[in-house]
């Protein structure tokens, strides 16, 4: 199951279910070095005020050797530092976005069985194309991290990128 809504003007919001259980998403969410396989990396304060540096590295989300879009290349090795802003292992954690500028991201996640459904929420957004590009982004990598989880690999992620901005566009009744 995949859902993509638009509950307020500054908000987006991904619904997924995993294939693993709570605890082995919630380490993908907080350990630096798992996170780094379907996001960023970066060490994380797991406490509520504390420090989160998001490294992009996205060279190592594609199992093809794909080159960086051009207007992705100045934020190739960019380093975010972060706050998380609430925590309760292992069910959410939330982290701000852009230093607060761009609001606050939610991970949530519930026990189905084996399985996992993460809620994924960014709320704040002020930019005006923000909700379909960062949508376009999350979309993307929750594909990659449920293909790890699975098991799998994602050949390209620039490609799958892409697709994933055109899907989050539609699904807001945006021209892609």
């Given at each position: 199951?995949?859902?993509?809504?638009?509950?307020?003007?500054d908000t987006?919001?991904f619904?997924?279910?995993?294939d693993?259980?709570?605890?082995?998403?919630?380490?993908?969410?907080?350990?630096?070095?798992?996170?780094?396989?379907?996001?960023?990396?970066?060490?994380m304060?797991?406490?509520?005020?504390?420090a989160?540096?998001?490294?992009?590295?996205h060279?190592?989300?594609?199992?093809?050797?794909v080159?960086?879009?051009?207007?992705?290349?100045?934020?190739?090795g960019?380093?975010?530092?972060?706050?998380?802003?609430?925590?309760e292992?292992?069910?959410?954690?939330a982290?701000?976005?852009?230093?607060?500028?761009?609001?606050?991201?939610?991970?949530?996640?519930?026990?189905?069985?084996?399985?996992t459904?993460?809620?994924?929420?960014?709320?704040?957004?002020?930019?005006?194309?923000?909700a379909?590009?960062?949508?376009?982004?999350?979309?993307?990598?929750?594909?990659?991290?449920?293909?790890?989880?699975?098991?799998?690999?994602?050949?390209?992620?620039?490609?799958l990128?892409?697709?994933?901005?055109?899907?989050?566009?539609e699904?807001?009744?945006?021209?892609?």
């Open positions: 199951m995949i859902a993509i809504e638009r509950p307020a003007a987006i919001r619904e997924r279910v995993l693993a259980p709570v605890e082995t998403v919630w380490r993908y969410l907080v350990e630096a070095d798992l996170r780094a396989l379907w996001f960023a990396g970066g060490a304060e797991q406490r509520e005020g504390g989160l540096d998001l490294v992009f590295d060279d190592n989300l594609s199992s093809d050797d080159s960086y879009p051009d207007r992705f290349c100045a934020h190739r960019a380093v975010s530092r972060e706050h998380v802003t609430a925590i292992a292992p069910h959410m954690v982290y701000s976005w852009d230093g607060g500028k761009e609001g606050e991201v939610r991970f949530e996640l519930f026990p189905m069985g084996g399985q459904r993460l809620v994924l929420t960014h709320s704040g957004i002020t930019s005006p194309t923000g379909a590009s960062f949508g376009g982004g999350w979309h993307a990598h929750l594909a990659v991290l449920q293909a790890k989880l699975s098991g799998g690999t994602v050949r390209d992620f620039w490609a990128h892409a697709q994933s901005e055109a899907t989050v566009k699904a807001l009744g945006q021209d892609a």
